[in-house]
């Protein structure tokens, strides 16, 4: 079968849970071009979303061979769409546990994937915003640049999160030190720091509940 018949027939049967973030890319476009299968245009497309700002996203996107102004659009709608999702009721965050379903998602991701979700001072969802992915990338990360979407959107508050992929749940000391940095960095920029959450297949590991921030 066709892959993409393929995801198709297990989303249908297990969820939107299931497909990766690719495949995802691949449900939205439905089909490929005759000179680039839709696994190639979703892969292509996947990337530039991981690396472009949302205010730029639809210009970027049409430049990829096989994408237009249509297909820009849906993919980019369907961003925004999520985006706004998490700002309804149900994403109020008055304990740890309460962000997990929001971000468990990358607990599956085979690589480190770093997360800052932006809180207004109701404790509601602004949005969530991968700022790299990779172990390597993480480690020369400033706070500016996992505030900056904070400091954009006014929030009150945020939340990080990575994921490890080794299935631990312990924080690095590497993990530490980033988290006291952090926490420096939001009493200067006067935006809280509520947590920093480690996710994985099993369970999750809150600062706040282990009395890691002071």
């Known amino acids: 079968m066709e892959k993409r018949l393929f995801i198709r027939e297990m989303t249908l049967e297990n969820g939107l849970s299931y ?3 690719e495949e995802l890319v691949m449900l939205i476009l439905g089909s490929g071009t005759k000179s680039k299968p ?7 497309i996947f990337a530039a979303i991981m690396s472009t700002k949302r205010e730029k996203l639809v210009d970027e ?4 061979e096989g994408v237009g102004k249509n297909r820009a659009l849906a993919v980019a709608a369907a961003l925004e769409l999520g985006r706004r ?8 965050i008055n ?7 929001f971000i468990q998602n990358y607990a599956m991701r085979p690589t480190e994937h770093l997360l800052a979700v932006s809180l207004n001072g109701a404790r509601e969802i602004i949005s969530i915003h991968v700022i790299c992915s990779g172990s390597g990338n993480m480690a020369v990360l400033r706070p500016a640049d996992i505030f900056a979407e904070a400091v954009k959107e ?8 990575h994921n490890h992929p080794s299935g631990s749940l ?4 590497d993990d530490i030190k980033t988290t006291e940095v952090l926490l420096d960095a939001s009493r ?3 935006i809280a720091l509520l947590d920093h959450i480690i996710i994985t297949r099993d369970g999750y590991f809150s600062f706040t509940e282990h009395n890691m921030l002071k």
């Open 154 to 161: 006014r929030a009150s508050a945020i939340v990080v999160s």
């Open 95 to 101: 304990e740890p546990k309460d962000i997990v379903p």
């Open 188 to 190: 200067l920029l006067g």
């Open 61 to 64: 996107l049409v430049k990829i």
């Open 170 to 173: 312990l924080p690095s000391l």
């Open 38 to 44: 839709v696994q190639s245009l979703a892969r292509e």
């Open 85 to 92: 999702a998490n700002r309804n009721p149900q994403g109020i």
């Open 19 to 21: 497909p990766s973030d």
